[in-house]
């Protein structure tokens, strides 16, 4: 089998299919991987996170009238414009009705087809199939993951990763074909029409062009002027489409953008914990924002060392560059720089651990090169090189890894059983946001249990700090809920 993909065999939509059909053993792999993790998600339920907003009564997802389908095209669906994600719901509806099962299965479907994207797409940038298949694999099954693959309302995630992944593919090569820069642009189209994530993507396509590929600077900003000018069109979309403040964690909300930053740096250093060794998740996370200088000022020390040593390598190796601002073009869009009902969340994480993990797993190949060569020469002088060494340490070290996070994964999948599964797990996590004791009560409620909903909103009143917007949510649905008798 061929190590590597060839460039010149990748430019029309079936070519992609070629180029799976080509690695289809380590794809079936894959696809056995996602199967196995996840597949036990069909027998959930919808959450009451989302959900019922995106689906459950949601009436644009329920009808082909042409009216409806225009709706579909233009209106904004929880403070998002996504027509895409709301037309793949509209599919899902037609098919599976109110079966929640099938919701999870188009979404299981939409992150395998993830996976096969990113073995494809780091595959072809490394011309190393062995890295390629490990970044996947670990993108597959990581912890952070099960938030935006199992919850419902996360499609929108799922179906404009598919596209960033497939515009990519076509995009960062050194030579592209008119029929590339198409199919590229057709997909980056889909990108945007599924999630505002997607904006990002000229800018990492112009850091391909410019440092890996060597096309002149001006050149390299006019092939993204034309995509930059969608994506600044999409972006206004978006922005005006944050009309609510619902939801979420909001304290942020009054914070100048130097404070957001100097958070932000602290947040960012908690995403790389996250990936490398990830801990107790949660469906939300109130990081601190006050009384954390020392954790800014180590943090800002420690990326800008960071960014300091990856422009010196990126010399030598610029993909290497190349993945380190990936990552961080990736974290942009939600890191608050425009403001969002969260400061942090796993689904954030969904494809920037494609180029962390792609780091990662490079620089262990590396390591083991060097280890390699210096047992030869010191240890085993006159030896030939061993072809066995460096796949069998570097298997041992991707299945340690593939092992831990599946055990995490499988733990943390069941919390999203259902809606009243959710909540009481997450109170536990994070008993001080307001708004999970409100979606905890939210839940005893819709099972008919409105005495023990109220208690907890009682409680929420006395034993957190909620602001305007949530007191008077707790109250209106106490004196609801009271007098239900």
Same mark, same amino acid.
């Given at each position: 089998?061929?190590?590597?993909?060839?460039?010149?065999?990748?430019?029309?939509?079936?070519?992609?299919?070629?180029?799976?059909?080509?690695?289809?053993?380590?794809?079936?792999?894959?696809?056995?991987?996602?199967?196995?993790?996840?597949?036990?998600?069909?027998?959930?339920?919808?959450? !009451?996170?989302?959900?019922?907003?995106?689906?459950?009564?949601?009436?644009?997802?329920?009808?082909?009238?042409?009216? !409806?389908?225009?709706?579909?095209?233009?209106?904004? =669906?929880?403070? !998002?414009?996504?027509?895409?994600?709301?037309?793949?719901?509209?599919?899902?509806?037609?098919?599976?009705?109110?079966?929640?099962?099938?919701?999870?299965?188009?979404?299981?479907?939409?992150?395998?087809?993830?996976?096969?994207?990113?073995?494809?797409?780091?595959?072809?940038?490394?011309?190393?199939?062995?890295?390629?298949?490990?970044?996947?694999?670990?993108?597959?099954?990581?912890?952070?993951? =099960?938030?935006?693959?199992?919850?419902?309302?996360?499609?929108?995630?799922?179906?404009?990763?598919?596209?960033?992944?497939?515009?990519?593919?076509?995009?960062?090569?050194?030579?592209?074909?008119? +029929?590339?820069?198409?199919?590229?642009?057709?997909?980056?189209?889909?990108?945007?029409?599924?999630?505002?994530?997607?904006?990002?993507?000229?800018?990492?396509?112009?850091?391909?062009?410019?440092?890996?590929?060597?096309?002149?600077?001006?050149?390299?900003?006019?092939?993204?002027?034309?995509?930059?000018?969608?994506?600044?069109?999409?972006?206004?979309?978006?922005?005006?489409?944050?009309?609510? +403040?619902?939801?979420?964690?909001?304290?942020?909300?009054?914070?100048?953008?130097? +404070?957001?930053?100097?958070?932000?740096?602290?947040?960012?250093?908690?995403? =790389?914990?996250?990936?490398?060794?990830?801990?107790?998740?949660?469906?939300?996370?109130?990081?601190?924002?006050?009384?954390?200088?020392?954790?800014?000022?180590?943090?800002?020390?420690?990326?800008?060392?960071?960014?300091?040593?990856?422009?010196?390598?990126?010399?030598?190796?610029?993909?290497?560059?190349?993945?380190?601002?990936?990552?961080?073009?990736?974290?942009?869009?939600?890191?608050?720089?425009?403001?969002?009902?969260?400061?942090?969340?796993?689904?954030?994480?969904?494809?920037?651990?494609?180029?962390?993990?792609?780091?990662?797993?490079?620089?262990?190949?590396?390591?083991?090169?060097?280890?390699?060569?210096?047992?030869?020469?010191?240890?085993?002088?006159?030896?030939?090189?061993?072809?066995?060494?460096?796949?069998?340490?570097?298997?041992?070290?991707?299945?340690?890894?593939?092992?831990?996070?599946?055990?995490?994964?499988?733990?943390?999948?069941?919390?999203?059983?259902?809606?009243?599964?959710?909540?009481?797990?997450?109170?536990?996590?994070?008993?001080?946001?307001?708004?999970?004791?409100?979606?905890?009560?939210?839940?005893?409620?819709?099972?008919?249990?409105?005495?023990?909903?109220?208690?907890?909103?009682?409680?929420?009143?006395?034993?957190?700090?909620?602001?305007?917007?949530?007191?008077?949510?707790?109250?209106?649905?106490?004196? +609801?809920?009271?007098?239900?008798?």
């Amino acid at each position: 089998m061929s190590n590597q993909i060839q460039p010149d065999q990748r430019g029309l939509p079936w070519q992609l299919l070629q180029a799976i059909k080509t690695e289809w053993r380590a794809c079936c792999l894959l696809v056995l991987l996602v199967l196995i993790s996840f597949g036990m998600a069909i027998n959930f339920d919808f959450v !009451n996170w989302d959900d019922p907003w995106y689906v459950i009564h949601n009436p644009l997802v329920k009808s082909w009238h042409p009216e !409806n389908l225009q709706k579909v095209a233009t209106q904004v =669906v929880t403070r !998002n414009y996504a027509p895409l994600t709301v037309f793949s719901f509209l599919l899902d509806h037609s098919v599976y009705g109110l079966w929640a099962g099938g919701y999870h299965l188009t979404n299981i479907l939409l992150h395998l087809v993830n996976v096969v994207l990113v073995f494809l797409l780091i595959t072809s940038l490394t011309k190393n199939r062995m890295l390629g298949w490990a970044t996947a694999a670990v993108f597959a099954i990581h912890p952070v993951q =099960v938030e935006t693959v199992v919850w419902i309302s996360s499609r929108k995630g799922l179906l404009s990763g598919a596209f960033i992944l497939a515009s990519l593919w076509y995009w960062l090569r050194k030579d592209r074909t008119l +029929e590339q820069n198409t199919c590229g642009f057709l997909c980056f189209i889909g990108a945007l029409l599924s999630k505002a994530l997607a904006v990002v993507v000229p800018a990492i396509v112009f850091c391909y062009d410019y440092w890996v590929a060597k096309v002149p600077f001006r050149e390299a900003v006019r092939k993204q002027v034309f995509p930059g000018c969608c994506a600044l069109l999409l972006l206004v979309i978006t922005m005006l489409a944050q009309t609510s +403040e619902l939801g979420g964690v909001r304290d942020h909300f009054g914070m100048s953008k130097l +404070e957001l930053i100097s958070v932000d740096t602290v947040i960012m250093s908690k995403y =790389v914990q996250m990936l490398l060794w990830p801990g107790t998740r949660s469906v939300l996370y109130d990081p601190p924002t006050s009384g954390i200088a020392w954790n800014v000022a180590i943090s800002a020390v420690c990326w800008l060392l960071a960014a300091v040593l990856f422009v010196r390598m990126g010399k030598r190796q610029p993909l290497i560059l190349f993945a380190g601002a990936t990552f961080i073009l990736l974290l942009i869009p939600v890191l608050n720089l425009f403001p969002i009902t969260t400061l942090m969340n796993d689904r954030y994480l969904y494809l920037p651990s494609i180029p962390f993990f792609a780091l990662i797993f490079a620089g262990a190949m590396q390591l083991l090169e060097r280890l390699r060569d210096r047992i030869l020469v010191h240890v085993l002088p006159g030896k030939s090189r061993s072809g066995y060494f460096l796949p069998a340490v570097f298997g041992v070290l991707v299945l340690s890894m593939l092992t831990r996070f599946s055990w995490q994964t499988e733990r943390y999948l069941t919390i999203w059983r259902d809606g009243l599964t959710l909540w009481q797990y997450t109170s536990t996590q994070v008993p001080e946001i307001p708004v999970v004791q409100i979606q905890l009560a939210n839940s005893y409620h819709s099972q008919g249990d409105s005495e023990r909903a109220v208690n907890i909103l009682r409680h929420a009143l006395q034993q957190t700090k909620p602001d305007e917007l949530d007191r008077e949510r707790m109250q209106q649905k106490i004196r +609801e809920w009271s007098s239900v008798k």
